[in-house]
């Protein structure tokens, strides 16, 4: 997946704002922060959806105290600006995304861009490759939610790279993979390419999930933070890579990639119950603290990337960084590493390694029970109101008041009147003798 792990951060908050394309507009901003002793740490604009407008995303280092004083003045300056404060002190007031079109605020806000690559990457010394990488990045900067995702002409070396991964690693899904993975696998290929000489593209894959369950993929150039990725699950979003890693290690690779997304993530998102699983704890990340997100990202990392089920008496995997490895899906369901039930409680206080293969797997019975267990959990999170997607709006409804709870009666009402009169037309047709095919 495109995350990592949350890191503490101290005072940082993210400003985003629009304003006309005009001389001086960004200085007067500038002006106000400065006067207000406020450091910038990053700086990045970028073409607004509204021809006469620029959008600009700041990283600034101050008290929110400082934020709030000078906000009526940012809110004269521009055309919008979003605060988004993550320390986590005030729950009610952490921003975080209402509509998917939101996601476009914070796509970019990546911790690794395009040819940026750490000195003991693969491909850090490979220029070829590193232009590679920025024309991918360049690719999900200018992604806007709506577009179809551009399709990719990969090359030969690349095509090769995912040959050797595909058949290495299809190899051994009737051994190791659950059922869900299995079923799915073959539908992929026929509609979405799935080969060992073709790299699916993201939007044939998109269309294909969003007939299956409605989840989607947005491309994106590297890392989000846990709580940005977990935000875009709320929506049935999932942030993809479109790159590939290094030839020269095809099975190593030290970021997600598109071998990762599309082998191991890709197949269960078009399974009914995986995609509500994984829906579910992006909808428990939304407004989230700080420490409630890192233990959501916790028992994201120990289900849908490291994931083990039971099934017919063996355990099979469902998480996509065993079903992408070759070498830790054997391993996972071994008797090596520790085999544990599947408790949220206990899964979010577990630490675990990022580079080396998992010491603890945790077992769950069924996708259903793991998704109440998740859904018993999100009850104990520190947030002051609930939460659910409209996914006829494309948007985040939050009841924190009467009135919305007595809409939300309504229609669950309106849903259990329809519910209750096709289970009568049932029993009348099979009083009069019919019987379903």
Same mark, same amino acid.
């Given at each position: 997946?495109?995350?990592v792990?949350p890191?503490?951060?101290?005072?940082h908050?993210?400003l985003?704002f629009?304003?006309?394309?005009?001389?001086?507009?960004?200085?007067?901003?500038?002006?106000?922060?400065?006067e207000?002793?406020?450091?910038?740490s990053?700086?990045?604009?970028?073409?607004?959806?509204?021809p006469?407008?620029?959008? /600009?995303?700041?990283?600034?280092?101050?008290?929110?105290?400082?934020?709030?004083?000078?906000?009526?003045?940012?809110?004269k300056?521009t055309?919008?600006v979003?605060?988004?404060?993550?320390?986590?002190?005030?729950?009610?007031?952490?921003?975080f995304?209402?509509?998917?079109?939101?996601?476009?605020? /914070?796509?970019?806000?990546?911790?690794?861009?395009?040819?940026?690559?750490?000195?003991d990457?693969?491909?850090?010394?490979?220029?070829?490759?590193?232009?590679?990488?920025q024309?991918?990045?360049?690719?999900?900067?200018?992604?806007?939610?709506?577009?179809?995702?551009?399709?990719?002409?990969y090359?030969?070396?690349?095509?090769?790279?995912?040959?050797?991964?595909?058949?290495?690693?299809?190899?051994?899904?009737p051994?190791?993979?659950?059922?869900?993975?299995q079923?799915?696998?073959?539908?992929?290929?026929?509609?979405?390419?799935f080969?060992?000489?073709?790299?699916?593209?993201?939007?044939?894959?998109?269309?294909?999930?969003?007939?299956?369950?409605g989840f989607r993929l947005?491309?994106?150039?590297?890392?989000?933070?846990?709580?940005?990725?977990?935000?875009?699950l709320?929506?049935?979003?999932?942030?993809?890579t479109q790159?590939?890693?290094?030839?020269?290690?095809?099975?190593?690779?030290p970021?997600?990639?598109v071998?990762?997304?599309?082998?191991g993530?890709?197949?269960?998102f078009?399974?009914?119950?995986?995609?509500s /699983?994984?829906?579910?704890?992006?909808?428990?990340?939304?407004?989230?603290?700080?420490?409630?997100?890192e233990?959501?990202?916790?028992l994201?990392w120990?289900?849908?990337?490291?994931?083990?089920?039971?099934?017919?008496?063996?355990?099979?995997?469902y998480?996509?960084?065993?079903?992408?490895?070759?070498?830790e899906?054997?391993?996972?369901?071994?008797?090596?590493?520790?085999h544990?039930?599947?408790?949220?409680?206990?899964?979010?206080?577990?630490?675990?390694?990022?580079?080396?293969?998992?010491?603890?797997?945790?077992?769950?019975?069924?996708?259903?029970?793991?998704?109440?267990?998740?859904?018993? /959990?999100?009850?104990?999170l520190?947030?002051?109101f609930?939460?659910?997607y409209?996914?006829?709006t494309?948007?985040?409804?939050v009841?924190?008041?009467?009135?919305?709870?007595?809409?939300?009666a309504?229609?669950?009402k309106?849903?259990?009147?329809?519910?209750?009169?096709?289970?009568e037309?049932?029993?009348a047709?099979?009083?009069?003798?019919?019987r379903?095919?």
């Amino acid at each position: 997946p495109a995350f990592v792990p949350p890191q503490e951060e101290t005072n940082h908050i993210r400003l985003i704002f629009s304003v006309s394309e005009k001389v001086g507009a960004l200085r007067d901003i500038l002006d106000q922060l400065k006067e207000e002793d406020i450091s910038i740490s990053h700086i990045e604009s970028r073409p607004s959806k509204r021809p006469e407008d620029i959008d /600009f995303f700041l990283d600034v280092h101050c008290s929110p105290d400082k934020i709030k004083k000078i906000e009526p003045t940012l809110e004269k300056l521009t055309k919008f600006v979003h605060v988004l404060d993550e320390s986590g002190s005030d729950v009610s007031q952490i921003w975080f995304p209402r509509k998917m079109v939101d996601l476009d605020l /914070f796509a970019n806000r990546v911790l690794t861009y395009g040819s940026e690559l750490s000195s003991d990457h693969p491909g850090f010394q490979d220029p070829v490759y590193r232009q590679r990488r920025q024309y991918f990045a360049d690719i999900a900067h200018y992604y806007r939610t709506g577009q179809e995702i551009p399709r990719v002409e990969y090359t030969e070396q690349e095509t090769a790279t995912w040959t050797e991964i595909f058949n290495k690693v299809s190899s051994l899904y009737p051994q190791y993979a659950c059922r869900e993975h299995q079923r799915i696998l073959p539908l992929l290929r026929d509609n979405c390419g799935f080969k060992p000489d073709h790299i699916p593209q993201l939007e044939d894959v998109n269309t294909f999930l969003k007939d299956c369950t409605g989840f989607r993929l947005r491309p994106v150039a590297g890392l989000l933070s846990s709580r940005d990725f977990l935000n875009g699950l709320a929506f049935r979003v999932f942030h993809s890579t479109q790159y590939i890693r290094h030839h020269s290690r095809p099975f190593y690779t030290p970021e997600p990639d598109v071998c990762h997304e599309l082998l191991g993530h890709v197949p269960l998102f078009a399974d009914p119950d995986f995609a509500s /699983f994984s829906q579910e704890i992006g909808l428990a990340s939304l407004g989230a603290s700080e420490e409630d997100i890192e233990h959501l990202a916790t028992l994201y990392w120990f289900t849908v990337e490291f994931g083990i089920c039971r099934q017919d008496g063996q355990l099979r995997a469902y998480g996509a960084g065993l079903l992408s490895s070759a070498g830790e899906l054997e391993y996972s369901v071994s008797d090596k590493p520790e085999h544990k039930p599947f408790e949220p409680s206990k899964i979010v206080t577990t630490k675990y390694p990022i580079t080396e293969y998992q010491p603890i797997y945790f077992i769950a019975e069924s996708f259903q029970a793991a998704q109440q267990s998740l859904a018993e /959990f999100a009850k104990s999170l520190a947030r002051p109101f609930g939460v659910r997607y409209n996914p006829y709006t494309q948007s985040i409804e939050v009841f924190d008041n009467h009135r919305q709870l007595n809409r939300l009666a309504k229609s669950i009402k309106r849903d259990m009147d329809i519910m209750s009169d096709a289970m009568e037309r049932l029993v009348a047709m099979e009083e009069s003798g019919w019987r379903p095919s």
